[in-house]
């Protein structure tokens, strides 16, 4: 029999967790199907790798990556750590529980840096159909080589869409926004929060985008930062110059108006209305449709396409726990594909979605969501031989950041946690992150002697007056 061929569509951390699953059963000595990883940029690490364009990349695709150059990670390093690739291993030292893009990008890349996983990826490759096939059961995928500009289509088994689901903005219309003069775009587009000191900045949303870059504003010298919520407010303690206000009426200008009668004038807007799934190769029959949430209908076990289970979504989910659910999600996906795991029947599968659905529309708050996310993983693992973890402990973590958060919004980042995988405590980072204003990792990994930092917090000491003449 020839080897089953596996497309993998993506290879952000997602599709990086299916390449890693498959070389751990090779290790093992299993004999794994034919894989191709198709990935449009040309590195992997998706939201990762960091693009300073914004629109439209350099083949005139439309850029991938939302993050902007001085972000850190908004939850504790110890909730996403691979179980089988610990920070320890890969830092060689304990580091901070917060740490920037760039080194959570290192520490992806080096999972697998090492191996032969990249030469699996086929990268600058941009997908653009996949057809079923009922006749053969199988799928035809049709690929643009974006550097030589030439498509070709070749049959898979199965197919894994590993794409991500914040790169499409929800971009709503607001009354009158037409007549704001000032800069105006979505979080998709935000880079750096530097051109916005001494600006009026309107922020509309209240979930992360909101929160993270209203954060970022404020410690770039924004001269206000105001947060709209549409549902509700965020609720933290904000500092003096931040503040969260109702739904907008109306743009006038630049005045606008708030559904509480209030008004205020802005510099800046930033739409942080989150983002669409959205999967222009597949037809409408296999592109999964939801709202962002942590159970999207249609998926058993969060990653089987219901209606044709050849089909595979990794990462499709609201993400609390993020690298080690792709893991999880990925191992379970592969023992599907090397016939470890048993698919159950189409109404089995579809009595299970039920269940856990109705188990997700029933939770009541972030500490349900969480526990719900932590029993979704664990469920996974225990159907696979990716090493189990204190998913328990993890939860902990998690409300205990939410915890820290509610006190102070401003120093989460500077507070530590434990890892759940090797007991190690987090390093204290050698400055607060409100005034680290230097995101690299080789400033990260630094041990800057006092007086640097205390430079850094107080500014230079005066220079010494020359001494007056006799
Ligand atoms: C602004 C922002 C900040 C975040 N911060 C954090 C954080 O601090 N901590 C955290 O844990 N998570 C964070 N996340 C969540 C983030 O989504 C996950 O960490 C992770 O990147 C998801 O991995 P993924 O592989 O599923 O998707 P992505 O990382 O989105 O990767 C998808 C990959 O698919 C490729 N691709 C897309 N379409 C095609 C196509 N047609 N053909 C070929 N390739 C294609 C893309 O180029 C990309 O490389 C953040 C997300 C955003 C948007
Ligand atoms: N590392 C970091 O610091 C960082 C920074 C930014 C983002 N992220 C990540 O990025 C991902 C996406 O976060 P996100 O905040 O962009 O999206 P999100 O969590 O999906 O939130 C979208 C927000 O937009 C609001 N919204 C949607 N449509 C609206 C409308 N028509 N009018 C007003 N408000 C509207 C929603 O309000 P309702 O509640 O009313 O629906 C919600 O507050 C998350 O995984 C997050 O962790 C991380």
């Known amino acids: 029999m020839s080897k089953q061929r596996i497309a993998i569509i993506g290879a952000g951390p997602s599709g990086i967790a299916a390449l890693r699953a498959f070389q751990s059963a090779q290790r093992q000595g299993a004999k794994i199907p034919e894989v191709v990883c198709f990935e449009k940029q040309d590195d992997w690490g998706g939201q990762w790798n960091y693009n300073w364009r914004s629109g439209i990349d350099k083949y005139g695709e439309p850029?991938?990556?939302?993050?902007?150059?001085?972000?850190?990670?908004?939850?504790?390093?110890?909730?996403?750590?691979?179980?089988?690739y610990t920070f320890d291993e890969h830092f060689g030292r304990p580091i901070s529980s917060y740490p920037p893009r760039e080194a959570l990008w290192?520490?992806?890349?080096?999972?697998?840096?090492?191996?032969?996983?990249?030469?699996?990826?086929?990268?600058?490759?941009?997908?653009?159909?996949?057809?079923?096939?009922?006749?053969?059961?199988?799928?035809?995928?049709?690929?643009?080589?974006?550097?030589?500009?030439?498509?070709?289509?070749?049959?898979?088994?199965?197919?894994?869409?590993?794409?991500?689901?914040?790169?499409?903005?929800?971009?709503?219309?607001?009354?009158?926004?037409?007549?704001?003069?000032?800069?105006?775009?979505?979080a998709h587009d935000f880079r750096g929060a530097e051109k916005l000191a001494d600006k009026r900045v309107l922020l509309i949303g209240?979930?992360?985008?909101?929160?993270d870059i209203g954060v970022q504003a404020f410690?770039?010298?924004?001269?206000?930062?105001?947060?709209?919520?549409?549902?509700?407010?965020?609720?933290?303690?904000?500092?003096?110059?931040?503040?969260?206000?109702?739904?907008?009426?109306?743009?006038?200008g630049e005045t606008v108006h708030f559904i509480n009668g209030e008004t205020r004038e802005f510099d800046a807007v930033i739409l942080c209305t989150g983002y669409l799934h959205k999967y222009p190769f597949l037809a409408s029959d296999l592109a999964l449709s939801s709202p962002n949430n942590i159970y999207p209908a249609g998926l058993y076990r969060g990653v089987v396409w219901q209606k044709n289970p050849k089909?595979?979504?990794?990462?499709?989910?609201?993400?609390?726990?993020?690298?080690?659910?792709?893991?999880?999600?990925?191992?379970?996906?592969?023992?599907?594909?090397?016939?470890?795991?048993k698919l159950p029947s189409a109404e089995e599968r579809a009595a299970h979605v039920k269940?856990?659905?109705?188990?997700?529309?029933?939770?009541?708050?972030?500490?349900?969501?969480?526990?719900?996310q932590a029993d979704y993983i664990r469920d996974l693992i225990e159907a696979t031989d990716y090493p189990m973890f204190d998913l328990d402990e993890v939860v902990r973590i998690f409300l205990a950041w939410k915890e820290d958060k509610k006190q102070n919004i401003l120093t989460y980042r500077d507070k530590q946690h434990r890892s759940v995988m090797t007991g190690t405590m987090a390093a204290e980072h050698h400055t607060t992150w409100l005034n680290e204003l230097d995101d690299s990792?080789?400033?990260?990994?630094?041990?800057?002697?006092?007086?640097?930092?205390e430079e850094l917090v107080h500014g230079k000491p005066e220079e010494a007056e020359p001494a007056a003449k006799a």
């Open 63 to 84: 850029v991938h990556s939302s993050m902007y150059r001085n972000l850190w990670s908004n939850g504790p390093k110890e909730a996403l750590e691979f179980a089988e």
């Open 106 to 186: 290192d520490y992806i890349d080096g999972r697998v840096r090492k191996t032969d996983v990249k030469d699996k990826v086929q990268f600058s490759t941009a997908v653009r159909w996949i057809e079923y096939n009922g006749e053969d059961d199988n799928f035809t995928v049709t690929v643009e080589n974006l550097r030589s500009k030439t498509t070709s289509s070749s049959e898979f088994d199965r197919v894994i869409v590993a794409t991500g689901h914040f790169s499409f903005p929800n971009v709503p219309d607001v009354k009158g926004i037409e007549t704001f003069p000032g800069t105006l775009h979505h």
């Open 206 to 211: 209240a979930s992360y985008s909101a929160e």
């Open 219 to 252: 410690k770039m010298g924004a001269r206000s930062v105001t947060m709209s919520y549409r549902t509700r407010p965020q609720g933290y303690k904000w500092p003096e110059g931040m503040e969260e206000l109702p739904g907008i009426d109306h743009f006038d």
């Open 311 to 341: 089909l595979y979504y990794l990462g499709a989910q609201d993400q609390w726990f993020t690298f080690n659910m792709f893991d999880a999600q990925a191992w379970y996906v592969r023992d599907l594909i090397m016939g470890r795991a």
């Open 355 to 372: 269940q856990w659905r109705a188990r997700f529309q029933a939770l009541d708050g972030d500490a349900d969501d969480v526990q719900f």
């Open 441 to 453: 990792l080789e400033r990260y990994l630094s041990t800057p002697e006092r007086s640097d930092i």
